[in-house]
């Protein structure tokens, strides 16, 4: 299968060139540092990304172009703890959770639930009714707003839930001897959990209370669930030898395996946009790391553009979708970087504001039957191949949205061109259709 990538293009089109630019864009450098696992996004945009074993969190609040070590009290603890700081935000009250894993041994792990009013500055202890469980390991929000608690510790698991903010924890599911395989929010809104080799538990009122729903459940997919706008879930299945995806369309009760032509490696990393692009890191420790998406739910898997990133060979660790449509990553020992164009639909209005062009904004690209250009006062967009040929064109009148018809060009590499009142804005255009 053609692996994509963005390649340097001159093109002299009306004294103008058309010059590639990498797809990714380092906004943050960790130095020494392995950067961080998560990055959780409130309501008004902010982005939070902490270093992983340490006391710094970051943010962002122009969609991850740049970022601001806070001067946030984060509670220390000790560096022989090995603890993890995870983050989880409800609208604009953000929490962390302190574990330190299963694997700390005879540690005094775990040091509960933490949670923040003024964007990260101070904290506040909030592990009422944790009692001793305090290695609260992820966090989960129920449709009506109930936040749910997993602590995990030496096959030992349970789920709380908080119906006040965090306030208060209510154990509501003890799992026993056993770890949680899978939890998720079907669509539905009935939220699952599975655990052990074969039971499901369903919960209807938003984690207040649970039901067996089965006691011979096949768990084929990993917590990292996506949701397509369809309602079908996809999850990730298998091992490093055999990677795979499986997706289900009655909430998450049975599952199919997709077909995976393309996939070579476990996941690390998944994210879906709204038109229902996935996007995929891929590799192990010890084997190189790279970026997949698909257009097909999963079916099938083509390479993404690496240009940009500097340590290659590294792990992501983490990638989301930004509120404002763009890719963001983080490569261990490296840093955070951005996709430089759109690869989903705006969601929350935030826009970079570095010159007049800037707030315009290209996607989906790679492309497949339509492009969708975002700004102000467009007035026209061309298309060029290759040799400088015009493609395709549409005139508009100042529009702020315009979307022009890719169905009759062929896979390749085009130069678009977009007249935004007095300026020209170029940018690389992959059409990529299987």
């Known amino acids: 299968?053609?692996?994509?990538?963005?390649?340097?293009?001159?093109?002299?089109?009306?004294?103008?060139?058309?010059?590639?630019?990498?797809?990714?864009q380092e906004t943050y450098n960790f130095g020494s540092n392995t950067g961080p696992r998560d990055f959780v996004t409130d309501s008004e945009g902010r982005i939070y990304a902490e270093f992983f074993s340490s006391t710094t969190l970051i943010v962002s609040t122009n969609d991850g172009l740049t970022w601001t070590v806070l001067?946030?009290?984060?509670?220390?603890?000790?560096?022989?703890?090995?603890?993890?700081?995870?983050?989880?935000?409800?609208?604009d009250i953000l929490f962390t959770h302190i574990n330190s894993g299963s694997w700390s041994g005879d540690l005094d792990i775990g040091h509960g639930i933490f949670r923040s009013y003024d964007h990260g500055i101070t904290w506040e202890n909030v592990s009422e009714g944790l009692g001793a469980d305090t290695n609260i390991v992820e966090m989960y929000l129920a449709p009506n707003g109930n936040i749910l608690a997993y602590y995990e510790y030496y096959g030992d698991g349970?789920?709380?839930?908080?119906?006040?903010?965090?306030?208060?924890?209510?154990?509501?599911?003890?799992?026993?001897?056993?770890?949680?395989?899978?939890?998720?929010v079907a669509p539905s809104n009935d939220i699952y959990v599975s655990y052990g080799?074969?039971?499901?538990?369903?919960?209807?009122?938003?984690?207040?209370?649970?039901?067996?729903?089965?006691?011979?459940?096949?768990?084929?997919?990993?917590?990292?669930?996506?949701?397509?706008?369809?309602?079908?879930?996809?999850?990730?299945?298998?091992t490093v030898d055999d990677p795979g995806f499986v997706k289900s369309s009655d909430n998450g009760l049975t599952w199919t395996t997709c077909t995976c032509d393309g996939l070579t490696d476990q996941v690390s990393s998944?994210?879906?946009?709204?038109?229902?692009?996935?996007?995929?890191?891929?590799?192990?420790y010890g084997n190189p790391y790279t970026f997949l998406y698909s257009t097909d739910l999963a079916e099938s898997?083509?390479?993404?553009?690496?240009?940009?990133?500097?340590?290659?060979?590294?792990?992501?660790?983490?990638?989301?979708i930004t509120p404002n449509g763009h890719l963001l990553t983080s490569i261990y020992f490296d840093g955070i970087y951005r996709s430089g164009e759109k690869v989903s639909s705006t969601s929350s209005g935030i826009q970079d504001n570095n010159n007049n062009l800037s707030n315009v904004s290209i996607y989906p690209n790679p492309a497949s039957d339509y492009i969708t250009i975002e700004g102000e006062n467009i007035q026209r967009v061309e298309v060029f191949d290759m040799t400088g040929k015009k493609v395709a064109a549409e005139d508009y009148s100042y529009v702020s949205v315009a979307k022009i018809n890719t169905l009759n060009l062929l896979d390749g590499v085009y130069c678009l061109r977009v007249s935004v009142?007095?300026?020209i804005l170029i940018r690389n255009l992959i059409i990529n259709k299987k």
């Open 1 to 24: 299968m053609k692996k994509l990538f963005i390649v340097l293009i001159a093109v002299s089109l009306l004294h103008d060139v058309c010059v590639s630019q990498d797809f990714w």
């Open 158 to 184: 349970k789920i709380y839930t908080s119906t006040d903010n965090g306030d208060n924890w209510t154990m509501t599911l003890d799992m026993g001897t056993y770890y949680k395989n899978a939890l998720w």
């Open 197 to 238: 080799s074969s039971f499901l538990y369903k919960s209807s009122d938003n984690g207040v209370t649970w039901v067996l729903e089965s006691n011979s459940y096949e768990c084929m997919a990993s917590d990292d669930l996506l949701t397509t706008s369809t309602g079908l879930l996809i999850g990730q299945y298998g």
């Open 421 to 423: 009142k007095n300026n």
């Open 71 to 91: 001067d946030s009290y984060l509670p220390p603890v000790s560096i022989s703890e090995h603890c993890n700081y995870s983050f989880f935000c409800k609208n």
């Open 270 to 284: 998944l994210c879906i946009t709204e038109g229902d692009t996935i996007f995929a890191n891929i590799g192990h």
């Open 301 to 320: 898997w083509d390479s993404l553009d690496m240009s940009g990133i500097t340590e290659i060979d590294h792990q992501s660790f983490t990638t989301i």
